[in-house]
């Protein structure tokens, strides 16, 4: 398993399935574990929330809790005492077998390795889905169980989305299916319907700073890194890694003169794109994302202290003084958020897309002062 890229992974940082902290979502863990203490555990799960909350890393948490506990003749789990935490004693081989990929009872269904360009594809097919009757076809070990970490729904196409769905309408004995989504709006609801659904929120100041110095230890964190990630510990990472905060500050730069837009910083912007790595533009676009959100909302924050970086807020309120502009600048995020990842999944050039971008802001602007 650990041969093919993981999409969600951030280099140099480890990966959720070596992370046995989870930071945060204490009333996510305790409503799975009432349901385990009961001996009503479902056999779907999903987990919603923003993308970097670590969902993913709560999926991993949970699985090796699972494979871990001793079977009981009368109930699917032992449980004479009731318990209180997901964590597992340090050092025990599940734990060890999950982060080497080799956990007998652990199917992680994501997006597969492409062999003719050596990249991830770009969605769930439904030739992985059907993987998994290889995987349930085995005989089992440990505790028998069987757990499947769909990361995430979201990259599934249509046919692997209804594959998926056959199977949570007949899920097989000692099965549990924990579905990481980061827009469970966008999932079929006869999928919805069939889990238990596990709301994470994004993470407090304090679980994001003390999940951000777990993670790299020895990084100041920046105080901006909480502003702009907006609970994700995931983009905070990003942004401490790939220079964030002086990526963002051009963004804000580039629209200090709006609706006139500065067509030389505009195009130097996307030159600088155009055989760029894919990461380093995914955060562009992310940041851009970031960036209409907070001017959308800027009319309904009152705290003089919530701005990211010099200029940010007198950005925001000339560019966006009531709720008509607020409206304008939500449509506009929306707009640019779907021609990012139409024009992503076809490959075009990043420098073309991020021209794109910068004219939409433009237009939106000038229809907002002028």
């Given at each position: 398993?650990n041969?093919?890229?993981?999409?969600?992974?951030i280099?140099?940082?480890?990966?959720?399935?070596?992370?046995?902290?989870?930071?945060?979502?204490?009333?996510?863990?305790?409503?799975?574990?009432?349901?385990?203490?009961?001996?009503?555990?479902?056999?779907?799960?999903?987990?919603?929330?923003?993308?970097g909350?670590?969902?993913?890393?709560?999926?991993?948490?949970?699985?090796?809790?699972?494979?871990?506990?001793?079977?009981?003749?009368?109930?699917?789990?032992?449980?004479?005492?009731?318990?209180?935490?997901?964590?597992?004693?340090?050092?025990?081989?599940?734990?060890?077998?999950?982060?080497?990929?080799?956990?007998?009872?652990?199917?992680?269904?994501?997006r597969?390795?492409?062999?003719?360009?050596?990249?991830?594809?770009?969605?769930?097919?439904?030739?992985?889905?059907?993987?998994?009757?290889?995987?349930?076809?085995?005989?089992?070990?440990?505790n028998?169980?069987?757990?499947?970490?769909?990361d995430?729904v979201?990259?599934?196409?249509?046919?692997a989305?209804?594959?998926?769905?056959?199977?949570?309408?007949?899920?097989?004995?000692?099965?549990?299916?924990?579905?990481?989504?980061?827009?469970?709006?966008?999932?079929?609801?006869?999928?919805?319907?069939?889990?238990?659904k596990?709301?994470?929120?994004?993470?407090?100041?304090?679980?994001?700073?003390?999940?951000?110095?777990?993670?790299?230890?020895?990084?100041?964190?920046?105080?901006?890194?909480?502003?702009l990630?907006?609970?994700?510990?995931?983009?905070?990472?990003?942004?401490?890694?790939?220079?964030?905060?002086?990526?963002?500050?051009?963004?804000?730069?580039?629209?200090?003169?709006?609706?006139?837009?500065?067509?030389t910083?505009?195009?130097?912007?996307?030159?600088?794109?155009?055989?760029?790595?894919?990461?380093?533009?995914?955060?562009?676009?992310?940041?851009?994302?970031?960036?209409?959100a907070?001017?959308?909302?800027?009319?309904?924050?009152?705290?003089?202290?919530?701005h990211?970086?010099?200029?940010?807020?007198?950005?925001?309120?000339?560019?966006?003084?009531?709720?008509?502009?607020?409206?304008?600048?939500?449509?506009?995020?929306?707009?640019?958020?779907?021609?990012?990842?139409k024009?992503?999944?076809?490959?075009?050039d990043?420098?073309?897309?991020?021209?794109?971008m910068?004219?939409?802001?433009?237009?939106?602007?000038?229809?907002?002062?002028?």
């Amino acid at each position: 398993m650990n041969a093919v890229p993981e999409p969600d992974r951030i280099d140099g940082v480890k990966h959720p399935n070596e992370t046995s902290t989870v930071f945060g979502h204490d009333p996510i863990k305790a409503k799975f574990l009432k349901a385990f203490n009961r001996g009503r555990l479902h056999h779907a799960w999903m987990l919603t929330g923003p993308k970097g909350i670590g969902k993913a890393t709560l999926a991993y948490n949970i699985a090796q809790f699972l494979l871990t506990q001793e079977p009981s003749a009368d109930q699917p789990f032992g449980q004479e005492v009731p318990k209180s935490k997901l964590e597992i004693p340090k050092g025990n081989p599940v734990s060890s077998r999950i982060r080497a990929g080799s956990e007998p009872g652990l199917f992680v269904l994501r997006r597969p390795l492409d062999e003719k360009t050596a990249k991830l594809k770009n969605v769930i097919t439904v030739e992985t889905v059907r993987e998994l009757r290889n995987f349930f076809s085995l005989s089992t070990t440990g505790n028998g169980y069987r757990i499947v970490i769909v990361d995430c729904v979201d990259d599934m196409n249509n046919n692997a989305a209804n594959a998926l769905l056959k199977l949570l309408e007949e899920p097989p004995k000692k099965s549990v299916l924990i579905l990481v989504t980061h827009q469970p709006s966008k999932i079929l609801p006869t999928i919805r319907s069939r889990c238990q659904k596990l709301a994470c929120a994004p993470l407090s100041k304090m679980d994001l700073q003390s999940a951000f110095e777990a993670a790299l230890p020895g990084t100041p964190f920046d105080k901006r890194f909480a502003t702009l990630s907006l609970g994700s510990v995931g983009r905070a990472l990003q942004l401490a890694l790939s220079e964030g905060i002086e990526t963002y500050t051009k963004i804000i730069d580039l629209c200090v003169n709006l609706p006139k837009l500065d067509r030389t910083k505009l195009l130097t912007l996307a030159n600088s794109y155009s055989r760029t790595a894919e990461d380093k533009f995914d955060q562009l676009q992310v940041l851009v994302d970031i960036f209409l959100a907070r001017m959308a909302l800027s009319p309904f924050n009152h705290s003089s202290d919530d701005h990211a970086i010099s200029g940010e807020r007198e950005v925001f309120l000339r560019l966006c003084p009531d709720q008509y502009a607020s409206h304008q600048w939500a449509k506009t995020q929306l707009e640019v958020s779907q021609t990012a990842r139409k024009s992503i999944e076809a490959n075009l050039d990043p420098s073309s897309l991020i021209l794109d971008m910068g004219f939409k802001i433009e237009a939106t602007a000038t229809k907002i002062l002028n």
